[in-house]
């Protein structure tokens, strides 16, 4: 595994790692009333173009980490619907 590689795994990871604080707060709370709807609507959105990008691109870090990414917010945007 090269440098950039690494480098793109890391930063990836630490932006997915980012949303688990939201989604346990989110879980454990049972209350999503403040994450905005539409914010999780488009990030979705450009998170699954991020991936579809990693995937034509055959990188690694940007499909893994987009893939979790897109796993955590709809997860998160899962409990806005279940909680409202």
Request: net charge positive; glycine share 4%.
């Amino acid at each position: 595994m090269d440098l950039i590689t690494i480098l793109g795994l890391a930063a990836g990871t630490l932006t997915t790692a980012a949303f688990l604080p939201q989604m346990f707060k989110t879980w454990q709370s049972k209350s999503a009333k403040d994450v905005s709807f539409s914010m999780l609507i488009t990030f979705n959105i450009g998170i699954f173009l991020w991936l579809l990008y990693g995937i034509f691109l055959q990188a690694l870090p940007i499909i893994l980490t987009n893939a979790l990414t897109l796993l955590f917010n709809m997860i998160i945007l899962y409990l806005k619907v279940k909680y409202s």
